[in-house]
């Protein structure tokens, strides 16, 4: 029985002001007698009155729901006026009156008027909808707005009780039919596709068996047809396709079905029905880490690792897609021979590219780290994880504090992988042990202990994990002077690998540093080594891409071309988001392709005298040829090591061993 | 926190009066007031609320009461719902 179906535009009368409650109730008799709702006015009225009698149908918040059995009326009707001056109508929670419905059921009518109390109370309980209608200039919009909100919270049921109607007659007299409604939340790493056809694929199996669904779509384009807590509150129970984290302390003490997004396209029968026969697990959110809300459905904890990095590789893309383009449009307006080691800057135009490129570089590894930190521990790791991040980037150390001269190595990705997920369980941690404290304290939680304390605790973790990175550089720059009389090839591998071990980290920056010494002593060969390493990892990614498409998702594939760009213009950050979310993979294969692009360089007797790599400065390389084959080679056995690392995703998703 | 559950035996339901009647009565204790109905729960202090939750005759709800007067809303919530016409 829809509200809407009910309420003819004829019946509906705005602004009115009477002078007393029976001139309103007349107004809204009549108006029934109009549409055809009653047939013996004097009798209905007669009903109302004794009704009221009974005791006020004011019901609050300004809404009055004066209504009748009666034999008087005709078919089930409704009528509706406004008033915005409001009137006294004995309310029960003493205020006047503005909204105003009158109900005409049959005195044979069952349940009907029930249902429509039911349902009128259910819209009218949202404040912001009873000022709509209160605002209605027409009848016409006064009915379009209870049509969207019906639509709203009703949409569903409506559409599936249209496609059966007669089973959904006949039981309803015999027994109250218990509906089933399930809230659900889609979600994708790349949110375009998969998404809305899991989101389609649950709609439409839930309206196929009778049950309410509503799939809140989290999309590249932010969240749509986001779940209401009211929604929620309704719901019998919660599914969750998703491949990235989505929202979950709203779900607390629901019953819930997690699973990939996968399963949302494919199984969404199998997910709908784990909730509609009860036998799905209840969701605690206290406590519960990430790890174990995904035990259900999930592929445990290697699953959820992956979502933890996904959902911070997802949120750096941008950064790093944007910030690389700028940057290699520095390069491409500069001029190389004003100032080599000022490469990027030099010109006006290069120099404006180049800041506004490096600010978004600045941000790629802070957003890793916030974004796995919050995929961890919700909205609180977001803070926690981001300034762990941006720690790690500075290298800060306890000793640097007090000597500003100390070796200050950025911690790179690397360093940024860990402080995500050390951010995000130092969050849970505290949210764990906050439990314990006095109800009262609640509110202060999120606003001042998880940030207080969490970001303290970050801090002080990375002040004390840099140091080992510092360490480490130091242990590196040792050992490579150490090298200086090995074989230039081997020098070659070691330095080439070294670029694509943690790109921007540790290992690339004792490589670079290697580098820029050897030419202040003369040695131009060493430099080229080092740079024709750092070219390999974007390109080795995007040759992949290109060539074995069915290793990447679809967003991975996108920003594949742009890694042609950043690596023929040496910005080897274009391979961090391809190395965070796999980088037992991705890793090895940069290294092995950078080695040999390294070991062939020195093999050719490359040499490039400025401290700085990329097609830009090939006009100062010594044998370009060489080092156009040295490039290339390390490339495409780097992309050829991923595509036998990297399996399809299909057989990824755990279909065949 | 104390609960019980009650079916409603009111031919109409429980509509909009035996609601009014309920949720008045409920106001006066100091206790939450909870009616779980279909897999949800309606603040039972609330007449919005109650109607909301549209309960039918012959439907089986649970209310469950939680606070310092907690029998006494108890006794009196289950009172309401089997007698009120």
Redesign the interface.
Known sequence: MKVIDLLKESAITLNMAPSSKEELYDKLIDMHCGAGNVSDKEAFKKDIAKREE????A???G?A?P?AKSEAVAKPGLSAATVPAGIDLDA?DGAPSNLVFMIAAPKQGG?M???V???L??M??DESFRKKLLDSKTPKEFLKHIDEKEIEKYGAEDAAAAQKPEPAAQPQEA??K??V?IVAVTACPTGIAHTFMAAEALEQKAAELGYEIKVETNGSGGAKNVLTARDI????GVIIAADKNVEMARFDGKKMVQSKVSDGIHKPGELIEKIASGSAGVYSHKGGSASESTEEGGDGIGHSIYKHLMNGVSHMLPFVVGGGILIALAFLFDNYEIDPSNFGMNTPLAAFFKTIGDTAFGFMLPILAGFIAMSIADRPGLAVGFVGGALAVAGTTFASLVNPEANVVSAGFLGALFAGFVGGYITLGLEKICEKLPEALEGIKPVLIYPLIGILLMGVVMFLFNPIIGALNTALNNGLNAMNGASKIVLGIVLGGMMSIDMGGPFNKAAYVFGTAAIAEGNYDIMAAVMVGGMVPPLAIALCTTFFKNRFTPSERKSGVVNYIMGLCFISEGAIPYAASDPLRVIPSCIVGSAVSGALSMAFGCTLMAPHGGIFVFPVVGNVLGYLIALVVGSVVGALMLALLKKPLGEKAGLKK | MTSKKVTVTNPEGLHMRPAGVFTKAMSAFESSINIKFNGQNYNGKSIMNVLAAGIKCGSEIEIECDGSDEQAALDKAVEIVQTAE
């Open positions: 009974e005791g006020p149908t019901i609050g918040d809404v729901i209504h029960m349940d008027h029930l249902e109390l039911s349902r109370t259910v009218l309980m027994q109250p218990k509906k409604k509150a309704e719901a019998d």
